[in-house]
């Protein structure tokens, strides 16, 4: 089975950094997705990781240690709107699995 | 570019009604899944298809079923309904190209209310 955590709320700054952890134990791993979700909107796609190391997207980045089984994203001179939800999802052989989500609350 | 997509996009079902809910995922996407999602929970995995074969089932109610259509789209059916059912339901879509895949996107959502 995936057992994926993930801290459940973070605050920040508008024009700050924030890096949230994730880390998981899976049967078998295809990747790893970083997702947004606004309250009763559908999670949008933010960044995806097979592979050991960083991938960069504008202000947001994504990192990937198997061998740790951890990964984190960077969320870069925050903005009002980036307070979201923001899910960490592992793919095993045939589903994703979804960490429980880390609310992250942007103020001014 | 084209998305994955839903219907309907709101639902409303009385106790022990019957429901279905739809997904068109991305052209060439062969993998479907299909997600619950309650108030403030993270999205609960039910059941997925790989070229329209069951490939994985999730916490799925044996009141539920789904399947996978010749045309890579997918229904879930939902029998006596009960007001735990209500949630929001997602459908997402990816390619599965050799165990690897870039992309999982998401469906807009069936917002299902049971009264």
């Known amino acids: 089975g995936q057992n994926i955590d993930q801290p459940t709320e973070m605050t920040a700054t508008e024009g700050a950094i924030v890096q949230i952890n994730c880390t998981y134990q899976?049967?078998?791993?295809?990747?790893l997705f970083w997702y947004q979700q606004h309250a009763g909107e559908a999670p949008t796609f933010l960044s995806y990781n097979v592979l050991d190391g960083l991938e960069e997207k504008g202000r947001f980045s994504s990192f990937l240690s198997r061998s740790k089984g951890y990964s984190y994203l960077l969320l870069k001179e925050l903005q009002m709107k980036d307070s979201a939800s923001y899910l960490c999802?592992?793919?095993?052989?045939?589903?994703?699995?979804f960490g429980a989500g880390t609310t992250v609350t942007v103020r001014a | 570019a084209a998305g994955v997509i839903q219907s309907p996009r709101h639902l409303i079902k009385e106790k022990r009604e019957t429901a279905t809910l739809k997904c068109y995922p991305i052209?060439?996407?062969?993998?479907v899944y299909w997600y619950q999602q309650g108030p403030g929970q993270d999205p609960q995995f039910l059941i997925s298809?790989?070229?329209?074969?069951?490939?994985d089932k999730g916490s799925i109610p044996d009141r539920f079923s789904a399947q996978q259509f010749s045309d890579y789209h997918s229904e879930l059916n939902m029998s006596s309904l009960e007001l735990g059912d209500s949630a929001l339901y997602f459908c997402?879509?990816?390619?599965?190209?050799?165990?690897?895949?870039?992309?999982?996107?998401f469906g807009q959502g069936t917002r299902l209310t049971v009264v």
């Open positions: 899976t049967s078998g791993f295809n990747g």
């Open positions: 997402a879509s990816s390619p599965w190209t050799g165990g690897a895949n870039t992309e999982a996107f």
């Open positions: 298809f790989y070229e329209k074969m069951q490939s």
């Open positions: 052209p060439r996407h062969d993998t």
């Open positions: 999802a592992v793919r095993g052989d045939y589903k994703l699995s």
